[in-house]
C-alpha cells in the first residue's frame, strides 16, 4: 500500500490504490511515516493536539461518532464534515485530538482542527517567505484582512493593493495569488501580500509595454494629474507618461489646467523613452505644424503686424499675432518721447494694436516687435528743424533739482539746465525762476538725435555781463546798488547790472561796531570802491570805507559804521 496524498482543493484522501480498512495505529503509521504502535499502547501515547485517524460508527443530528481505537469512542459535529461524502458509515478519516477527556468523559475530537494542522505543515514544509500561493479574503480585521491560504494569513492594510481600497469589504470573499512575506512557526503566524505580487506585475508589464512603444508613435491615453509642470497621462498598458507643459501647445499658457483636465481622454506622440528609468515624455503639440517653421517668410523683419496683448511683465508686453505665435514689445519700443517704465502706461491685457517686427530668433522662439515704429519718429531730422543757436519758443512741463523741461516740438522735449537760467544769479531751483507753464524764448544749444537729448538756455539770449566786466566797472570805480542779503562776514550789494557783488565786514568800517544788522538793512542804497575783480570765478569785492574816504575826504581813522565821518577842514 502506498502513503495516500492529499488533495488540497477538495481537503479529501486520494488512495493510489483501494484503501484497505486496517486498524487506526497503522493508518496513523503509514499517514505520517511513524514507527506502527501497538494498540494496547495508543492510549499512553495520545496526547491533546495530536492527529490521529478513526472510523464512523454511528452518526446522529449533531454528531459523527467515531472510534479511534481507544476504550472510548470520540465525537465530532457534523458541521465540521465539510465534504458529504466524509460523512458515511464505516468512513476513516483523520482527527486532531482536541481533549482526551471532556466533563462527561467524553473523547473531543476535530475534523477542522485537523485539516488545519495538516495545512500547516504543508505550508511548513512546502514553503518559504518568498513564496506564491492562492489565498481567499475570509473577513476583515483591524488592520487588514485575514486570508485563507489553508491557514489563517494576516493581509496588512498597506499590502493589499498598490492603489488606494476605499471599501476593504468589497474584497470579501475573492481569491487572488499572494506572496508570504512572513512565518512565524512559534506563534503559527503567517504575513503575505498581495500589493508585492501587483507591483511585480506592474513592472513586468511596463517593462514589456516600454519595448513595444516606438518614438513618434501617437498613442492614446486617460489624463490621471494635473501639475504646475505638467500633465501625467495613463497609457494603454498601464504606463504612465508626462506631458510637459512646454509641449502641450505651441502657444504660451500659464497653466497646463487650459489645456488639460483629468479624464480626459487624449491622443499623444511619443517624444522619448528612458529605458533604464521607466519613464515616457509626451507631446501634444507635436502632433501639429509648428507654427514657427514659417515665421521668418511670414513675417520678415519691417512687417507690420496686428495681435492681442496676451500678457503683461514689467519689460514689456506679449502681442499674440496668431495662435502660437507670441512676440515681445519691450518697453523701450513704446514710445519715442516718454521714457516707459510699466508697460501698463501703454497697453491693457487684451487691447488689439498695430506693431512692426524688428527682429527674428526663430530657434529659440522670439519675435521682437515695436509699437513706437508704426508712428513717425519725432526725433527724425531734429538737428535740421532746430539747429543749435535757434531761438525757440517753449513751454515748461516739468522741474527737476538740477533743470526745468521744456516743450520744444510734439512729443519732443528739451531741458534747460539750472546753470543756464541766469547768468549772474546763483539759481538752487529753477521755479526761482521759472513756473510750470510759462512760455518763454530759449536758446538751443545742443541737439543729439540718437540720444534724444536737446539742451536750451534762457541766459544766452543775453550778452554774459561777466564777460564786459572789467571794461564797465574797472577796479578803482564807483558803484551803486542796494543791499540784498547780509551775513556776518559782510554784506551782498545787488548792482545796477545785476551782479551782486560782496562787501567784507572789514571794509565798512575800520573800527568795532556790533552785528553788521545794526548798521545797514536789506534795500538799502549803497556807494562803494570796486577793489577786486575776478571774472572767471564771478566775484566783485567792494569796500565802503574806501569811498567814504575817497568822496568825503575823511581819515580813516574816523570812520564808524552808523555815524557822520568828520571832514576834513
Known amino acids: 500500500m502506498t502513503k495516500p496524498q492529499y488533495d488540497w482543493s477538495n481537503q479529501t484522501l486520494l488512495d493510489n490504490e483501494p484503501f484497505l480498512e486496517k486498524d487506526a495505529a497503522e493508518f496513523q503509521s503509514l499517514l505520517f511515516g511513524q514507527e506502527k504502535i501497538p494498540s494496547e499502547d495508543i492510549s499512553s501515547q495520545m496526547i491533546a493536539g495530536t492527529l490521529i485517524t478513526g472510523k464512523i460508527v454511528e452518526i446522529t443530528k449533531d454528531f459523527a461518532i467515531v472510534d479511534v ?63 506564491i500561493i492562492e489565498g481567499r479574503v475570509i473577513r476583515k480585521v483591524k488592520g487588514g484582512l485575514i486570508v485563507d491560504i489553508g491557514v489563517e494569513a494576516f493581509l496588512p492594510g498597506s499590502q493589499i493593493d498598490n492603489k488606494r481600497i476605499k471599501n476593504l469589504d468589497d474584497l470579501l470573499g475573492q481569491t487572488f495569488n499572494v506572496k508570504i512575506l512572513k512565518i512565524n512557526i512559534e506563534r503559527k503566524n503567517i504575513v503575505v501580500s498581495r500589493r508585492e505580487l501587483l507591483e511585480e506585475e506592474k513592472a513586468y508589464r511596463k517593462t514589456e509595454v516600454l519595448e513595444h512603444l516606438k518614438v513618434g508613435e501617437i498613442v492614446k491615453g486617460v489624463v490621471k494629474n494635473v501639475t504646475d509642470f505638467g500633465a501625467f497621462i495613463e497609457l494603454e498598458g498601464g504606463i504612465d507618461g508626462l506631458l510637459h507643459i512646454t509641449d502641450m501647445t505651441w502657444k504660451r499658457i500659464r497653466h497646463p489646467s487650459e489645456i488639460v ?105 522670439k519675435i521682437s516687435l515695436g509699437i513706437k515704429q508704426t508712428q ?18 517753449v513751454k515748461v512741463r516739468n522741474f527737476t533739482n538740477f533743470g526745468a523741461f521744456v516743450e520744444v516740438d510734439s512729443g519732443v522735449e528739451g531741458l534747460i539746465h539750472i546753470s543756464d537760467l541766469s547768468w549772474i544769479k546763483k539759481v538752487s531751483h529753477p521755479s526761482e525762476i521759472l513756473q510750470k507753464g510759462d512760455e518763454v524764448e530759449a536758446k538751443v544749444l545742443s541737439v543729439d538725435s540718437e540720444s534724444k537729448k536737446i539742451t536750451l538756455g534762457l541766459k544766452q539770449l543775453t550778452q554774459n555781463p561777466w564777460e564786459t566786466i572789467e571794461k564797465e566797472m574797472p577796479v578803482g570805480s564807483i558803484v551803486k546798488g542796494t543791499v540784498a542779503k547780509t551775513t556776518a562776514f559782510g554784506i551782498f550789494v545787488q548792482l545796477e547790472n545785476g551782479i551782486e557783488a560782496l562787501v ?5 568800517s575800520d573800527q568795532p561796531f556790533g552785528k553788521v544788522e545794526d548798521v545797514v538793512s536789506i534795500g538799502a542804497p549803497i556807494e562803494a570802491k570796486v577793489i577786486k575783480l575776478d571774472p572767471q570765478h564771478k566775484k566783485i569785492a567792494l569796500s565802503i570805507k574806501d569811498f567814504l574816504i575817497e568822496n568825503n575826504k575823511v581819515n580813516r581813522d574816523d570812520i564808524i559804521v552808523g555815524k557822520e565821518p568828520k571832514r576834513k577842514s
Not at 500678457?311 to 507670441?326: Q, T
Not at 567784507?504 to 565798512?508: A, G, Q, S
Open 69 to 131: 481505537g481507544l476504550k472510548s469512542e470520540g465525537l465530532v459535529a457534523v458541521s465540521e464534515f465539510v465534504n458529504p461524502k466524509e460523512l458515511k458509515l464505516g468512513k476513516v478519516i483523520e482527527l486532531l485530538l482536541d481533549k482526551t477527556e471532556d466533563e462527561e468523559g467524553q473523547i473531543v475530537l476535530s475534523l477542522e482542527k485537523a485539516r488545519r494542522q495538516k495545512h500547516w505543515d504543508h505550508i511548513i514544509n512546502n514553503c518559504t517567505e518568498g513564496s
Open 376 to 393: 513717425k519718429n519725432p526725433w527724425e531730422g531734429i538737428e535740421q528743424k532746430f539747429p543749435v543757436g535757434s531761438i525757440l519758443k
Open 504 to 508: 567784507h565786514v572789514t571794509d565798512i
Open 261 to 365: 483636465k483629468i479624464g480626459d481622454i487624449l491622443e499623444v506622440m511619443i517624444l522619448s523613452i528612458d529605458h533604464e528609468k521607466g519613464r515616457v515624455a509626451l507631446g501634444l503639440k507635436q502632433k501639429e505644424e509648428n507654427p514657427w517653421e514659417l515665421v521668418e517668410k511670414k513675417y520678415p523683419p519691417g512687417t507690420k503686424v496686428q495681435g492681442k496683448i496676451v500678457n503683461l511683465l514689467p519689460y514689456g508686453a506679449f502681442l499674440e499675432i496668431e495662435d502660437g505665435i507670441e512676440g515681445l514689445i519691450h518697453v523701450s519700443e513704446m514710445s519715442w518721447t516718454k521714457n516707459i517704465t510699466d508697460p501698463n502706461e501703454v497697453v491693457k491685457v487684451g487691447d488689439v494694436v498695430d506693431a512692426i517686427v524688428l527682429s527674428i530668433q526663430k530657434d529659440e522662439g
